[in-house]
């Protein structure tokens, strides 16, 4: 499966465990939530993707405590992000997928212009 299906994916729209209070057994992370392309238990976040270190984690839904809303940015053409902050049980498990051009050295977002566009634009594109 190519990393274009896994940013690609749709947004997760079902995710309505809201709190009143953070809970105090998770820890935050803010992106944009994608559905997990084949598995049903589980969600991922595009973490900073307009950022300099982007990359894509990936959660079992069990683990997730609580969901917020974020303000969504929007650049100078009108394009805005979807962001939200997931509050994730402490000591769970999760995967970071990191994105990066093959190159020599190896390229990462923060220093492949072309890479970082492509991770965004995918990203936009179920905003």
Not at 20 to 30: D, G, Y
Not at 68 to 78: F, I, K
Request: aromatic share 8%; with cysteine; charged share 25%.
């Amino acid at each position: 499966m190519s990393i274009g299906s896994w940013i690609q994916s749709r947004p997760f729209t079902e995710l309505i465990r809201y709190r009143a209070e953070t809970p105090s057994n998770a820890v935050s992370f803010i992106g944009a939530l994608r559905k997990h392309p084949y598995d049903e238990g589980k969600c991922l976040l595009i973490a900073d993707p307009k950022g300099c270190d982007p990359s894509i984690l990936e959660f079992r839904l069990e683990d997730v405590l609580g969901a917020e809303e974020m303000p969504s940015p929007v650049d100078t053409g009108g394009q805005s992000l979807s962001l939200v902050k997931l509050w994730i049980r402490r000591g769970s498990f999760g995967i970071r997928y990191e994105p990066f051009e093959v190159d020599e050295p190896i390229k990462t977002a923060s220093s492949s212009e072309a890479l970082a566009e492509k991770l965004l634009k995918s990203v936009r594109c179920w905003s």
